[in-house]
DNA sequence: AGACTTCTTCCACTCTCAGGACAAAGAGCG
DNA sequence: CGCTCTTTGTCCTGAGAGTGGAAGAAGTCT
């Protein structure tokens, strides 16, 4: 099939994709119900999107009590690509328009292997994608890194666990080789995108989302759309100081959130409490395995391990801290928790709720959900569909 | 005169108004040169705004090559209040529509007397520079009140520093009293609006301000609009954690930022040092007044005092802990300081900024600056007129 | 079968707006 | 001073956007 390169050609038709694609097929009437045009104008822009190939007649709708119309959908052989980079694996998923997962697939993956080494393996995942009959090539793709993103050029600028990465024109790459139209972003903005769009924050429009992986990061929502900051770090929250004097960082400094609590840290605090012998659940594991990760802590957690949960409390108070500062700053509707260590569960939630709402004051707290993402890991590979659906269906 | 109420009839004219407020008067062919609008609809717009009485001719421009243009201006005679409500003092100015100070008043007030005695003194103040002749009446104001406020309705809502205010509909109220509309904010959102209209954050679309008075609070604009949360507490700074297990703070929590450096603490502060004996120019001061505010630290600080030094050099350095995350997490491409103890001047903002600069990730500080405010009292009450000439030049 | 609803299409009419033509008013130059 | 060139303001026409009414098509319900 040939690709479409259609673009709306005014917000009027910019607005009725949207609409197709947040809510499915509809008929002509119940898209006027919510656009606010007169009937012959929407029936002349559905006409005119019709032509483009961008939508497709869908059959008759159930009758409203009178005369059954006519539905219309976003042209079903539409697909998108989602390709969220972790630190350490890659998910890759095929969407539709409408931005359901069609296939997903996701594979361990050091990150600093470097751009090449990484986009060679998700040509070939999404190669292995298309194989199987679901794509015959892509619209658009939208892709996640965790790293800070120029995001207007799609390029990463100093990302500190991406070495290789800064500056390499990711978008154009990757643009090229998929011959199709790509956006990038910061892998903690996606995830806030497809927790919006598919998730628990689908009716907020101010929100915070807590990413907790092998680092941390907040993807921050004002107004509906995602904030990025002046150069495109905003949300680096990992690095924001948790406790005063406190451990050595990374980045040089002492303290930081992420040298306390983040997938890396509570690995390296799993083998330490295996090795003194105060967890013999995780020694076993240590044992086995050679190493440890946060699903083994979480495991042992699962089975009562008192050194486990003890980690994993300290850890959400520790997020909690930073979290309660944000939310007096940021005032937000929601917070959502997710990312890797989602795995650690409601004895992490309840570690970072009891500190924010110790923390913070009343009136930020007093109607303030915290909860885990909806997601898990489809988030981020969603998030990059709606963000390069986003950009198609803008005018040009 | 009879006051001004027409509003905009659509965008292109609320466009037109923000340029005349903002660049003064203009010629078509100047705005022309602004707006992307073809001649024939310029000049239609132009002429329905000379129609209402919002804009007036202003004689002949300077020629550019060729026939001269004829100048339009807004109505000389619109006037504008401001009024910033702090917690110890009350601002009100009289503005005309390009936001210019023609007078401005400034009294001691406790904001804990209640709505009712402070409304009196505002309304009285506003009488007397009516009565110097600046202004017959009012055709909008904007006002500032020490705590959060539901914005749509002008109301504040559970403000820590002002009994007797919660729910006090001070829009309706002044509204009535001024027979003008009126806008009620956060008086850290007005400054911050204030130095983003005149001052030094002009040219900057996301920012922050922070204003350390008897609290301290932060000002947020993103692309060019104060960002309030979702209950209007956005900004609340001050209860954030900056000292574990540090001092008590009013609010009940421990190590607050208010708690460790504010107009109150510092006061509180020097009054111990000038005690104790560490500090013989404050014990003078404070013998004298029989009490010490932050201008006392300044002046002592300014003679060389060390202990006024110290006192200052630590409390930039707490602000900076707390300004370090704030930067991180939102990545702004300006920080301004401002309110009371900006009096403190370059040895508090020294500190502040070798903290930022220390703490938080060159990224996000590589090209930050923090600089002081650049408009002093006036910032609020220009803030003030900002808010209601934004509102009252939008389409109604 | 008839009355009522809902949906779609068609059409006439209004409004907006851009852009060209032209006149008015100035600058610069010899 | 006269000429040319530039800029500005005004007028006009035509294209396109958009509204709302009328009528017909296709249902439901009694």
Redesign the pocket.
């Given at each position: 099939m040939r690709r479409m390169t259609a673009r709306p050609?005014?917000a009027?038709q910019a607005r009725l994709l949207k609409l197709l694609r947040d809510g499915g097929p509809n008929?002509?009437?119940?898209l006027?119900?919510q656009v606010?045009?007169?009937?012959?104008?929407?029936?002349?822009?559905?006409?005119r999107l019709l032509e483009t190939g961008l939508v497709v007649a869908d059959g008759?709708?159930?009758?409203?009590?009178?005369?059954?119309?006519?539905?219309v959908r976003l042209n079903p052989d539409l697909r998108f690509l989602g390709v969220d980079i972790g630190a350490t694996s890659v998910d890759v998923a095929v969407t539709n328009a409408e931005l359901e997962i069609l296939g997903h697939l996701n594979q361990p993956l050091d990150v600093r292997e470097g751009p090449v080494a990484v986009f060679e393996q998700v040509l070939s995942m999404a190669a292995k994608l298309r194989a199987t009959g679901l794509a015959e090539g892509f619209d658009g793709a939208g892709i996640g890194v965790p790293g800070p993103v120029r995001f207007p050029e799609g390029v990463p600028v100093a990302p500190p666990i991406m070495p290789g990465w800064d500056g390499f024109p990711v978008r154009e790459a990757l643009s090229q080789e998929l011959g199709c139209p790509v956006m990038v972003d910061n892998d903690v903005n996606l995830m806030a995108m497809g927790e919006q769009h598919a998730g628990v924050a689908r009716t907020v429009a101010d929100y915070l989302c807590v990413k907790i992986g092998t680092g941390i990061g907040c993807g921050i929502v004002v107004g509906g759309h995602v904030y990025r900051g002046t150069t495109g770090s905003a949300g680096d929250i990992g690095h924001i100081q948790a406790v005063p004097d406190g451990r050595p960082c990374a980045c040089g400094n002492r303290g930081c959130l992420e040298a306390h609590f983040s997938g890396a840290a509570l690995a390296r605090d799993a083998v330490e409490a295996a090795q003194q012998g105060l967890s013999p659940e995780l020694a076993v594991r240590l044992e086995t395995h050679g190493a440890l990760t946060a699903a083994d802590v979480a495991a042992a957690a699962a089975a009562g391990d008192a050194t486990c949960l003890d980690l994993i409390r300290e850890g959400g108070t520790r997020t909690g801290q930073v979290i309660a500062g944000l939310v007096s700053f940021f005032n937000p509707g929601l917070v959502v928790i997710g990312g890797g260590v989602t795995g650690l569960g409601h004895t992490l939630l309840a570690a970072i709720r009891t500190q924010v709402y110790r923390q913070s004051l009343p009136l930020a707290t007093g109607n303030l959900p915290i909860v885990l993402g909806e997601l898990g890991p489809t988030a981020g590979v969603i998030g990059g569909a709606r963000l390069i659906s986003d950009h198609l269906f803008s005018p040009a």
């Open positions: 050609a005014n009027h008929s002509r009437a119940q006027g119900d606010d045009l007169s009937r012959s104008k929407l029936a002349v822009e559905v006409d008759l709708a159930a009758s409203r009590g009178g005369r059954r119309s006519h539905n």
